[in-house]
């Protein structure tokens, strides 16, 4: 059940399905002169750059950085650069523009493309990476036998009066 429920929260936009967004935007944008114009009107509308921007990796994402150069070396392999080209011409554009680096999923996108693996499979692949990691969660958890309880003490109000909604 845990790698059950772990697989259902990478619904979403957000965490699991950003890479098929990043390349869903590469395909709207489809072609390197379309990348500036992309970006402006995204930036103006206030919309999101999907691929940008980590809790953690508040610097370059490390795995980024080597999925970027995969991505080049299969771009010039299957003799169409222009997904990396056009992936290089966003990612300088986006920092520019809202100073976030771009994360794994940003490259993944165009690597996962050239890999022939299709969109809707994206989020697979992305669990599938993962499920070992949640076992070895697991197994620890299971090992320790213990309820985890943190440890936080309520420092709010003591005691305060409901206004009834009639008189709010």
């Known amino acids: ?12 936009k957000l965490h699991g399905g950003a890479n098929i967004e990043v390349l869903k935007t590469l395909f709207e944008i489809g072609s390197l ?12 509308a206030k919309g999101k750059f999907m691929g940008f921007g980590h809790a953690v990796y508040q610097v370059e994402d490390p795995r980024a950085k080597h999925l970027k ?5 299969l ?14 011409e966003m990612e300088k554009l986006v920092y520019d523009e809202i100073q976030r ?12 493309h050239y890999m022939g693996i299709p969109g809707d499979l994206f989020t697979c692949i992305f669990a599938a990476s993962r499920i070992a990691g949640w076992c070895a969660h ?25 206004i009834p909604v009639t008189e709010r």
Request: net charge negative; aromatic share 8%; hydrophobic share 30%.
């Open 101 to 112: 680096n771009c994360n794994v999923d940003f490259y993944s996108a165009s690597l996962q």
């Open 138 to 162: 697991i197994l620890e958890q299971l090992d320790g036998n213990k309820i985890i309880r943190p440890k936080a003490n309520y420092i709010g109000y003591e005691e305060r009066p409901v």
């Open 75 to 88: 771009g010039e392999e299957t003799g169409e650069p222009k997904w990396y080209e056009m992936s290089i």
């Open 69 to 73: 150069e995969l991505s080049r070396r």
């Open 33 to 44: 002169e379309n990348v500036a114009p992309y970006v402006k009107k995204v930036r103006e």
């Open 1 to 12: 059940s845990a790698v059950t429920g772990a697989i259902g929260a990478l619904k979403g």
